[in-house]
């Protein structure tokens, strides 16, 4: 982590110009190749911010990822980044430290991924939420608006926000029906990012994403948390896994794919809003089944239902439609399900398995 360095202070500042009048023409900015181009990155830290990283610097991008400040070292998903990505300060809280971050990176495109992403946390802190998830958006968007309003924006929705669904499969047309203080934020941020497109002639798109995991997943997610106790069950560090609602359904994807479909939108001649999804659901019970069955075990001898992991207002099933990502953008998944929870179990087994090995092998003095 030490290799990587802040942007601030070493770059020279981009030429303000100011913002313009609401509605004024702009020339487009002319669209440079990708060896030139540099991307912001807000949640860099999380689980999508570090695959879109890596994404980029294939393609040959300068890769500035902001950071909030904190006491410790958030860069577990970014560590094996080190040299090739520069790191900024920054909050979505504090509109100033937006802006110097703009000012200072002189980004091509702003991808905000930053939020308080954990829904029962949004019933806990709802106040926050609104304000990272929600505001943070307009922060972010008003910075980009007065720095430099030819900068291309990407806005991280959610499938959270189709809720109390009112129709299935779910596509860009839609209506919300947000269950959670998460979903409202994230339906004020998708319709802020729309309405800078049709107020300011921004390039700004709203990708509309379905639940997408990874072994970098958090570890509070169902996903993670259904393969990680798997693996832990496995390898006899538990023996039973507390779990909510089993009947729940998601349309689950690969994270790696999900971040070429961000990277692709921002690609439009076009500013425009995409659905991203796998076009299949599984309930929470098959992917249990799917996790236990890959150590070999019988979920139904582990998982047990506990009431106070239940949703004061749950989203019981979820199905996307990205036809239009399909043909627009040629954006297709290309990891199942099945295959997606075995990789996630598989890295879950081996990461146990390797701290079990260090910590018999570490000298006896260190032990407890
Ligand atoms: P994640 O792993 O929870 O990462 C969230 C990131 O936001 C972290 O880097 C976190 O930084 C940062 N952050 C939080 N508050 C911040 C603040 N005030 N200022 C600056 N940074 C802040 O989320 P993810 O799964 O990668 O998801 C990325 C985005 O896509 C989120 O906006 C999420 O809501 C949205 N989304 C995710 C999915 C999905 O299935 N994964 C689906 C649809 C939409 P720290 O490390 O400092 O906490
Ligand atoms: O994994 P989850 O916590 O994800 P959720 O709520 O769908 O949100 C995720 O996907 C959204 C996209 O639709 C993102 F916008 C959001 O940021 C986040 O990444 O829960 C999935 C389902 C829920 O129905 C929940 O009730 O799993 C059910 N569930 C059952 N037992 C559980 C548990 N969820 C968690 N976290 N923990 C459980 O023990």
Redesign the pocket.
Known sequence: MSQMRGARGQRGRRTITGPPAPGADRAPRSYTPAMTKTALITGITGQDGSYLAEFLLEQGYRVVGMTRRSSTLADERIAHLAGRLELIEGDLLDQASLVAALRDVGPTEVYNLA?Q????TSWNQPVLTGEFTGLGVTRMLEAVRQVDPGIRFYQAS???MFGKVRQVPQTELTPFHPR?P?GVA?TYGHFLTVNYRESYGLHAVSGI???HESPRRGI????R?ATDGAARIALGLATEL?????D?E?DWGFAGDYVRAMWLMLQQAEASDFVIATGVAHS?RELCRIAFERVGLDYQRHVTL?PR???PA???H?LGDATRARTVLGWQPTVTFTELIEMMVDADVERHEARLRGAREAPATSRP
């Open positions: 939020a992403s954990f829904v029962p959610s499938s959270e959670s998460y994230k994403l379905f639940n509070e997610f169902v996903s948390k507390p779990m909510g609602n089993l729940a998601r929470v506990d992991l239940h949703r749950e989203v019981d979820l």
